[in-house]
């Protein structure tokens, strides 16, 4: 065992990503001199910018962590993992103090188990991810649908004002998540799982024959997406006043765009938690610049895939999907 | 429908159809038992009038994963188009008619782009569904509009003998198969499928491929927009959101597979079928239709459980 972490040691994780991800602190500090710029309260900006930017982190390490492992591998569940986290652990608390803990224990479980039954969909029907999470999405939305339709939980009061605490311009959520980030950023450089999930991304055949439980480390991070959509889903519904079917609908497309903007490859290989924490401010700034400028709710959309295809083209990935 | 069977015959062998035509029975039967009138004419018009829509969809997607790609952004635009249709085209007909072959214009920017800057299809589509959606929403913010009559009179034709939706899926499965299995153009799409390196160094341009197929990927979408246009006979932004799971589903049921290559157009026409009468079986049943998509994805799930339990001996494809 201590040889195969010798031979993976030598893998030129940092050399690949090296470049990428700054490019997306250089986007957010552009972008936020534009806001300063035409904004008067660009301190207030950056501020609800970073509470936002929380979720967009949270859901952008999950999906990264998926597509890290290689291939065809993402998850396109996670926005309905976040509905149904999020209604879970809203009608457990019920509104009251006392089942904080129990509520977010419960939308966690919810995560893990969507992401355990998305690997087992792609384990055992041998399809491609991408048909399968997109599949057990649909299924979890309808669960949503069901069970919780029309159902108006308000999120209990301590947990309210827990997630909408600051520490002058800085949220508490926010120091939260990048706690996480810094554990994440450990666990993919210096743990065996990262070292494991990055060998299986670069090949997964010569990781197999390395000794690396392929799909044990798969399945864990399947459940660790899982669990980040839930998390994002028990505090998204915290600070907006309660869960929503839509909730999770534009974490579809973000939870791609950030690790991508942040230098992570798309075909999977290479991760980088800093370049997430960069993507995901840019994003937002992005969204806060043109809510400043007014822009209406259409324009808004196409502005948003206009900027992100345009990151995309430019930065151009070498390697593709098979 | 001689002609059907033989055309089947020659380009797949029965057996790939046998999975689409059964597990379109499995939903079929159960419909004719609780309601015999569905077929008749009139029934079956009902019955498989979504289907038409639906279909000409999932013969887009089934263009996409042919070579290999995915379009994500298929229901957006379909409901971008019945905006254009419904709003659009009716104060401004060349503004409208400007706009969907601008929309073919991007689909084949889009498809050479997926080559040329080695782009994940996934990733670049999901950012086109914003750019459609933004659209829809700017042209037309709620449902409403005013779909031109000829489209809703195209889509409910009297057909003698045949219901219309009948007839109309037979010709577009027919056609489908037609262009894959009888055209260099359906060669080389499934040869870039199955192998993109052979396709490439017998010297043709893979780029202008992909453009090609994604510029009719944009047109079957903006076909099958106009003919939802003319059934639901309203300009709505969302109203085919489901359609991404629905046309891949359809794909997928059809014994397409997501490797590229291996395809069929009367599967996919089948599977369209499926997915349009799983609704409607719910509704006889009584369920409600909140169940619907998720009843759809977990009988694509189920067909692709079997599926791969006949082929299990074959070893692991994506894992």
């Not at chain 1, 949220?171 to 666990?187: E, K, R, S």
């Not at chain 1, 044990?216 to 839930?230: P, Q, S």
């Not at chain 2, 903006?222 to 629905?246: K, Q, R």
């Not at chain 2, 009468?277 to 189920?302: E, K, M, N, R, Y």
Request: hydrophobic share 55%; net charge positive; glycine share 12%.
């Amino acid at each position: 065992m201590y040889s195969v972490r010798e031979r993976l040691r030598v893998l030129p994780l940092r050399d690949i990503a090296a470049a990428k991800w700054l490019w997306s602190f250089v986007g957010a500090i552009l972008v936020y001199l534009v806001i300063s710029v035409v904004s008067s309260d660009a301190v207030g900006t950056l501020t609800a910018s970073a509470s936002f930017a929380s979720f967009f982190m949270l859901v952008g390490m999950g999906q990264m962590l998926v597509i890290t492992l290689g291939p065809g591998n993402i998850d396109l569940s996670i926005p309905y993992t976040i509905g149904l986290a999020g209604f879970v652990a809203m009608k457990l608390m019920n509104a009251t103090n006392n089942e904080i803990a129990l509520g977010i224990i419960a939308g966690l479980a919810v995560g893990a188990a969507v992401g355990a039954f998305n690997f087992g969909l792609i384990r055992l029907i041998r399809i491609p991810p991408m048909i399968a999470t997109l599949a057990s999405g649909f299924v979890v939305q309808t669960f949503s649908i069901v069970f919780f339709r029309g159902l108006q939980i308000k999120p209990p009061v301590s947990l309210s004002n827990f997630v909408a605490t600051r520490f002058g311009i800085v949220p508490l959520l926010f120091l939260l998540v990048l706690a996480i980030a810094i554990v994440m950023h450990y666990v993919l450089t210096r743990s065996r799982f990262g070292r494991y999930i990055h060998a299986i991304g670069q090949n997964t055949k010569a990781a197999s024959l390395a000794a690396i439980k392929v799909n044990t480390n798969k399945l864990l991070t399947y459940v660790l997406c899982g669990v980040f959509a839930g998390l994002t889903g028990v505090l998204l519904s915290a600070f907006g006043g309660g869960a929503t079917l839509g909730m999770g609908h534009e974490y579809l497309l973000n939870s791609i765009a950030v690790p991508v903007i942040g230098g992570s490859s798309i075909a999977g290989g290479n991760s980088n938690v800093p370049g997430i924490l960069g993507a995901s401010l840019f994003l937002l700034l992005i969204l806060y610049l043109l809510d400043i400028l007014g822009t209406a709710i259409g324009l808004r959309y196409i502005l948003t895939g206009v900027i992100i295809l345009g990151i995309i083209f430019a930065g151009g990935e070498r390697t593709r999907r098979k | 429908m001689m002609n059907l069977l033989a055309a089947v015959r020659r380009g797949n062998s029965l057996q790939v159809l046998l999975l689409p035509i059964l597990s379109m029975l499995v939903i079929l039967i159960p419909i004719a038992v609780l309601r015999p009138f569905v077929l008749k004419y009139v029934g079956l018009q009902l019955l498989l009038n979504m289907a038409i829509p639906l279909s000409l969809a999932t013969i887009g997607q089934m263009f996409a994963m042919a070579i290999g790609e995915i379009d994500f952004s298929i229901g957006n635009l379909v409901g971008l188009v019945t905006c254009i249709v419904g709003t659009v085209m009716s104060h401004n007909f060349g503004l409208g008619l400007a706009m969907l072959l601008g929309i073919v214009g991007t689909y084949m920017l889009i498809g050479a782009f997926l080559n040329l800057r080695k782009l994940s299809s996934i990733v670049v589509t999901i950012g086109m569904s914003f750019v459609w959606t933004g659209l829809a929403v700017t042209i037309q913010p709620s449902p409403g509009g005013n779909i031109p009559a000829i489209l809703q009179k195209a889509t409910s034709l009297a057909v003698p003998f045949v219901p219309f939706p009948v007839l109309f899926l037979v010709i577009l499965a027919v056609l489908g198969h037609l262009v894959l299995f009888r055209t260099n153009f359906g060669i080389l799409l499934r040869g870039i499928g199955g192998n993109l390196k052979a396709v490439s160094q017998s010297g043709h341009s893979i780029a202008w491929m992909e453009a090609a197929v994604f510029g009719l990927v944009g047109l079957l979408g903006i076909l099958s927009g106009m003919a939802l246009a003319g059934i639901t006979t309203s300009a709505d932004a969302n109203v085919a959101s489901n359609y991404t799971l629905l046309t891949v589903a359809g794909v997928m049921l059809g014994g397409g597979s997501f490797a590229g290559g291996k395809i069929s157009a009367v599967g996919a026409v089948l599977g369209a079928c499926t997915m349009t009468l799983v609704g409607t079986l719910l509704t006889f049943l009584q369920i409600s239709p909140d169940w619907q998509i998720g009843a759809q994805g977990t009988i694509l799930l189920l067909v692709l459980f079997l599926s791969g339990l006949a082929q299990a001996q074959k070893g692991a494809r994506y894992v």
